[in-house]
Nanobody
Framework: QVQLVESGGGLVQPGGSLRLSCVAS????????MGWYRQAPGKQRELVAI???????TYADSVKGRFTISRDGAENTVALQMSSLKPEDTAVYYC??????????????WGQGTLVTVSS
């Protein structure tokens, strides 16, 4: 079982920056992907960015050029550096990982979420 703990949310002014971090702990054979999703009030949860074990990344069009995802494989952490934040980036941000177990199962787990509010 893997657990995810997120940190770094908060209130920031438009145009500002914020960094989210997520640490994975527990028993697993491999981490296949780590990523960030977000859910704004009244909207569905959407992909923000993911990074796979090879280091390849995928971003939502709305955050390209403003957000950067990175991973420290040795520490099983993933970070999301957010810059040029806009009010429409306001949402609860969730860390996600898909991982392999020692019994060859592929599982998925979510963090508890961290609120990011962009407002003046």
């Amino acid at each position: 079982q893997v657990q995810l703990v997120e940190s770094g949310g908060g209130l920031v002014q438009p145009g500002g920056s914020l960094r989210l971090s997520c640490v994975a702990s527990g028993s697993f054979f491999s981490i296949n992907t780590m990523g960030w999703y977000r859910q704004a009030p009244g909207k569905q949860r959407e992909l923000v960015a993911i990074i796979i074990s090879s280091g390849s990344t995928t971003y939502a069009d709305s955050v390209k050029g403003r957000f950067t995802i990175s991973r420290d494989g040795a520490e099983n952490t993933v970070a999301l550096q957010m810059s040029s934040l806009k009010p429409e980036d306001t949402a609860v941000y969730y860390c996600n990982t898909k991982y392999g177990t020692y019994t060859r199962r592929l599982l998925e787990v979510w963090g508890q979420g961290t609120l990011v509010t962009v407002s003046s």
